[in-house]
């Protein structure tokens, strides 16, 4: 079981966040060409054409320069389409021509902040609240880029701040609930995660999180049972099948905990430590020649541990 722990250090606490962006995309109805090119890209954004949308606004930008609108669009779509310092350039303009633009600051925080910038993040999400003190979103923007920095104490002061503007905000107590964990309050994290599930019951990062709080707390029924529900509401969910083969192997269900790498070998046959894993358990199982076969598999994959492991089990 030991070899088996090892194996999970990367994903049994593999935490999940909420950022609660500013993202819908926004238009106003004016005539004129600018306008045109506006709503067509917000169109196209909004249905995934994040190409489309920023050549659209991008046309927009040409006939009207000093719109922020269309600044602040392209900003979103370049984000989405995963160029963040793209995004970062559109916020900045968009808060050139209109100062007091508090989503693009929101925005360009969270966005900072996906670069690991997160003084500049947290300063960009102070402004937007020192124009707007009464949105709780964010307050949680700024608590999960303090949580990003260790900085746990700051970052539940934010998110009961966000809670006590909205108290029906799931993400906002799962966050809360990871800040609370990594300072050591397990009990805590557990409330805020049963709090956010209760508000949202297809929340899958609140019920995931549990789950690895109640590992922490060597609850591996109830830890086993919350990884269950995540794999109702995300089948694909690979950590998930992972850590509830760890709790089955805890309550030594070892046919659960084989089932469970198997499909993550289904899924993705190229995981080396869902291999390695399999190996062990067929190990502790007694089947040797299995176990065998599975480590074989995971050593060409590139698993030095099951390389390691295969002189053990080899004649």
């Known amino acids: 079981m030991n070899d088996f722990v090892t194996r999970l250090g990367g994903r049994i606490f593999l935490y999940v966040f909420t950022v609660l962006a500013m993202t819908a995309f926004t238009v106003r109805a004016e005539a004129g060409v600018a306008e045109k090119y506006l709503e067509s890209g917000v169109r196209k954004a909004e249905s995934g054409d ?17 719109n922020p609108e269309a600044f602040y669009n392209r900003g979103l779509a370049r984000g989405f389409a995963g160029d963040l310092k793209g ?27 996906a ?20 949105i709780a979103e964010f307050y949680n923007n700024r608590g999960t880029v303090r949580t990003s920095m260790k900085d746990y104490r700051t970052a539940i002061a934010d998110f009961n701040k966000a809670l006590a503007l909205d108290p029906g905000l799931a993400g906002v107590y799962n966050n ?65 099948w992972n850590n509830r083969a760890f709790t089955s192997l805890r309550l030594g269900d070892y046919a659960g905990a084989l089932r469970d ?36 598999k995971a050593a060409a994959l590139g698993d030095s541990l099951a390389v390691d492991a295969l002189k053990g089990l080899m004649p």
């Open 176 to 240: 809360r609930g990871l800040a609370k964990g990594f300072s050591g309050d397990t009990q805590g994290a557990i409330d805020d995660f049963t709090r956010s599930v209760a508000l949202d019951q297809r929340y899958t990062a609140a019920w995931y999180n549990r789950g690895n709080a109640r590992v922490i707390m060597n609850d591996a029924k109830g830890a086993f049972e919350d990884y269950s529900r995540v794999l109702v509401l995300d089948p694909e969910m690979l950590a998930a």
């Open 115 to 134: 670069l690991g910038d997160y003084k500049l993040a947290i300063a960009d999400i102070s402004k937007a609240i020192s124009i707007n003190p009464k």
């Open 87 to 113: 995004a970062i350039a559109d916020y900045s303009k968009t808060i050139s021509i209109d100062s007091r633009s508090i989503v693009a600051y929101n925005n360009r925080g969270f966005t900072r902040a």
């Open 261 to 296: 790498l198997g499909k993550i070998i289904e899924i993705d046959p190229g995981i080396a430590s869902a291999w390695y894993n399999r190996g062990v358990i067929k190990k502790l199982a007694g089947d040797r020649a299995g176990a065998i076969e599975d480590l074989k």
């Open 50 to 66: 994040y190409a489309g949308a920023i050549d659209d606004f991008s046309r927009s930008i040409r006939f009207k320069p000093n």
